[in-house]
């Protein structure tokens, strides 16, 4: 057998093991998941009512700031160029809209304060909702920019070792 088909045969080979690890990773998180539905399938109904509830109250939010921005922009006729329209109408557009903004914030800056502490505040009802979430889940909760590999689960945390030790 020639040294590239062995290399080619070794690189197939472990993306077999790879494949199937991920496998196993995904069963073994969904086995927790099936065992949980099967023992107490009414608390796993309540619970994904409870999720739906949540997450619908979310969405509701979103489509208020979007619907509030969406009116906004019309009232200050302003107006999105189209995705084919030439650069340089879209830069011009996106440079009207912050000359419109600052001129706003400038004139008025109560009204934007206001508008934008209303946003605010709806972004903070939409984030104790998904707290909420995580809290009935037991599920860890990463409020900072981090890697995803970075967050360590509550339960298997280390004890902090006693300095006086």
């Known amino acids: 057998m020639s040294d590239v088909n062995q290399k080619r045969k070794d690189a197939q080979e472990r993306m077999r093991q790879y494949v ?26 309540k619970a994904l009512e409870e999720f739906q509830q949540v997450f619908s109250d979310i969405a509701e939010v979103f489509t208020g700031l979007a619907t509030d921005a969406a009116e906004f922009q019309k009232n200050l006729d302003l107006t999105e160029p189209e995705k084919t329209a030439s650069v340089r109408t879209r830069v011009a557009a996106r440079r ?24 605010y505040f709806q972004l903070d009802d939409a984030a104790q909702g ?10 860890p909760l990463v409020t900072e920019e981090t890697e995803a590999e970075d967050v360590v689960p509550p339960e298997s945390t280390p004890p902090e070792e006693d300095p006086a030790v």
Do not use: C, D, W
Request: hydrophobic share 40%; glycine share 4%.
């Open 20 to 45: 199937l690890a991920s496998r196993n990773r995904r069963n073994k998180k969904t086995a927790g998941l099936r065992r949980i539905a099967e023992e107490e399938p009414h608390e796993v109904t």
């Open 96 to 119: 009207n809209y912050a000359r419109t903004l600052l001129r706003l914030a400038n004139e008025q800056p109560e009204e934007i304060g206001a508008a934008l502490s209303e946003v």
């Open 130 to 139: 998904i707290e909420a979430l995580a809290e009935r889940f037991g599920l």
